[in-house]
């Protein structure tokens, strides 16, 4: 009786040992990694297919890795304060704007970043568009703007966050208008903020376990500090902020090309289309200067280069090709270029509409991607599960009161129609 008791007991608790161990493999999510060869970006924001859903709704499985928000198109706005667009979703129009400002206050999307982000997903911001008044008249007013943006949206703190008390995990650049100087200082500044200057994506990941090691190490001696080794100071650096840029595919890039050499860049989502070297004329696709630019020329020699790609026929003026096409591109430059990140898409919302575009690509890049790094198998094999449901949107009626505006300029980019 007592030696079945204890039995039953010791099976209960394997059991519930076991089942919580299958549980946390379950729901084990694993985080962004920059270096795998498969990684899948796509940009949301600009209801490229006019159906446009929140946030959250793509990040209900593991098929995106990387989602920048489209746009902040306006650096100096009323107020002093940048203005974002993202279409139906939130814009200075419908939703309510911070005080003398043209700065929408989109804090009812706080929730769906923070649900991207535990699904290991990254979310930055894409500043620029089609239609960006952006652009810096000096190093300084750059430096300045770095800290606007560090304040309003990443790990520094103001009155004004437009997405309440989300953080966001970096910044996106791709200006396609304006003069091209100064965005070295730019992004120098916000990596300076995030205590990341000289750090790579590895290496930051490297000196936290170094730290963490050394403090483990140093906790059982009382003489900790005297004996203690030096360690890269990641005191200000919470997280890895990631800096990426969407330059067009002919080299180099007539906005941004000069900060591409000049500052630390993790990625580049080159698009491959609406242009001459687009994914439609392989005869002149260009992927391999982008990866001798990575190689040789850039500043971080580890920064990634993606194929950027239009998410259906009516995502780009030209250049869209089918997931099979697309995937025979992906698998050839895992074959061939160690600097290749994986794919971008423009937008989530015509890949959705495109019978799940993204999900194709994903998966056959994943396939692929294991055949010629088979380290990255392990990934590919686990899914994750968002038990978290998207709140709807509720507007006060204060909000739907105000007066409504007769037109609503929308942030394009050139990536939808040249
Ligand atoms: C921004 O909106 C949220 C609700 O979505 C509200 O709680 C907050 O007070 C607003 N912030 C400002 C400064 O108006
Ligand atoms: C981490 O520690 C190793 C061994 O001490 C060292 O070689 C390496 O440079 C350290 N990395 C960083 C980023 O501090
Ligand atoms: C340091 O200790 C913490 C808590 O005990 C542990 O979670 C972590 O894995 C340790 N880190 C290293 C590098 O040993």
Redesign the pocket.
């Given at each position: 009786m007592f030696s079945a008791h204890t039995c039953w007991t010791m099976r209960a608790l394997l059991g519930a040992s076991f089942l919580a161990m299958v549980l946390g493999m379950l729901e084990r999510v694993m985080a962004f990694d920059l270096t795998r060869n498969d990684n899948l970006a796509v940009y949301w924001g600009q209801d490229g297919a006019g159906n446009q859903q929140r946030l959250s709704y793509y990040c209900k499985d593991s098929t995106i890795d990387t989602i920048p928000l489209a746009f902040l198109y306006i650096f100096r706005g009323t107020g002093g304060e940048p203005v974002v667009d993202f279409a139906n979703t939130c814009n200075q129009w419908d939703d309510p704007v911070y005080s003398g400002t043209a700065l929408a206050n989109c804090s009812f999307l706080a929730q769906d970043i923070k649900t991207c982000q535990a699904a290991g997903k990254i979310v930055t911001l894409s500043l620029g568009g089609g239609t960006g008044q952006v652009g810096f008249s000096s190093d300084s007013q750059a430096q300045s703007f770095a800290d606007q943006i560090w304040n309003l949206f990443l790990g520094g703190k103001g009155s004004i966050r437009p997405f309440g008390d989300a953080i966001l995990d970096g910044i996106d650049l791709d200006i396609e208008s304006g003069t091209a100087a100064h965005y070295a200082a730019f992004v120098n500044r916000i990596r300076s903020n995030a205590g990341l200057t000289g750090l790579t994506a590895s290496t930051f990941a490297e000196a936290r376990?170094n730290a963490?090691?050394h403090v483990?190490a140093t906790s059982h001696h009382t003489t900790a500090s005297k004996d203690s080794k030096p360690v890269a100071d990641v005191t200000t650096a919470s997280k890895y902020y990631y800096i990426t840029s969407a330059p067009q595919c002919p080299y180099p890039d007539a906005y941004i090309g000069g900060a591409l050499n000049a500052a630390h860049f993790d990625a580049v989502y080159v698009q491959f289309y609406n242009n001459y070297c687009g994914l439609d004329q392989p005869s002149d696709y260009n992927f391999a200067t982008w990866d001798n630019w990575a190689k040789t020329v850039s500043s971080n020699k580890a920064v990634k280069v993606y194929i950027g790609a239009p998410g259906s026929a009516d995502a780009a003026g030209e250049g869209y090709v089918g997931v099979s096409t697309l995937a025979n591109y992906v698998s050839d430059a895992q074959k061939k270029w160690s600097s290749f990140g994986g794919v971008m898409l423009w937008d989530a919302d015509t890949a959705y509409t495109n019978g799940r575009f993204d999900k194709g690509i994903k998966t056959d890049m994943v396939t692929s991607g294991a055949k010629f790094a088979p380290k990255q198998a392990l990934r590919n094999g686990m899914t994750h599960t968002t038990t978290k449901t998207p709140t709807t949107k509720t507007q006060s009626a204060e909000d739907a009161a105000s007066s409504t505006p007769v037109e609503k300029p929308r942030a394009e980019s050139r990536f939808f129609r040249l």
């Amino acid at each position: 009786m007592f030696s079945a008791h204890t039995c039953w007991t010791m099976r209960a608790l394997l059991g519930a040992s076991f089942l919580a161990m299958v549980l946390g493999m379950l729901e084990r999510v694993m985080a962004f990694d920059l270096t795998r060869n498969d990684n899948l970006a796509v940009y949301w924001g600009q209801d490229g297919a006019g159906n446009q859903q929140r946030l959250s709704y793509y990040c209900k499985d593991s098929t995106i890795d990387t989602i920048p928000l489209a746009f902040l198109y306006i650096f100096r706005g009323t107020g002093g304060e940048p203005v974002v667009d993202f279409a139906n979703t939130c814009n200075q129009w419908d939703d309510p704007v911070y005080s003398g400002t043209a700065l929408a206050n989109c804090s009812f999307l706080a929730q769906d970043i923070k649900t991207c982000q535990a699904a290991g997903k990254i979310v930055t911001l894409s500043l620029g568009g089609g239609t960006g008044q952006v652009g810096f008249s000096s190093d300084s007013q750059a430096q300045s703007f770095a800290d606007q943006i560090w304040n309003l949206f990443l790990g520094g703190k103001g009155s004004i966050r437009p997405f309440g008390d989300a953080i966001l995990d970096g910044i996106d650049l791709d200006i396609e208008s304006g003069t091209a100087a100064h965005y070295a200082a730019f992004v120098n500044r916000i990596r300076s903020n995030a205590g990341l200057t000289g750090l790579t994506a590895s290496t930051f990941a490297e000196a936290r376990a170094n730290a963490t090691a050394h403090v483990n190490a140093t906790s059982h001696h009382t003489t900790a500090s005297k004996d203690s080794k030096p360690v890269a100071d990641v005191t200000t650096a919470s997280k890895y902020y990631y800096i990426t840029s969407a330059p067009q595919c002919p080299y180099p890039d007539a906005y941004i090309g000069g900060a591409l050499n000049a500052a630390h860049f993790d990625a580049v989502y080159v698009q491959f289309y609406n242009n001459y070297c687009g994914l439609d004329q392989p005869s002149d696709y260009n992927f391999a200067t982008w990866d001798n630019w990575a190689k040789t020329v850039s500043s971080n020699k580890a920064v990634k280069v993606y194929i950027g790609a239009p998410g259906s026929a009516d995502a780009a003026g030209e250049g869209y090709v089918g997931v099979s096409t697309l995937a025979n591109y992906v698998s050839d430059a895992q074959k061939k270029w160690s600097s290749f990140g994986g794919v971008m898409l423009w937008d989530a919302d015509t890949a959705y509409t495109n019978g799940r575009f993204d999900k194709g690509i994903k998966t056959d890049m994943v396939t692929s991607g294991a055949k010629f790094a088979p380290k990255q198998a392990l990934r590919n094999g686990m899914t994750h599960t968002t038990t978290k449901t998207p709140t709807t949107k509720t507007q006060s009626a204060e909000d739907a009161a105000s007066s409504t505006p007769v037109e609503k300029p929308r942030a394009e980019s050139r990536f939808f129609r040249l």
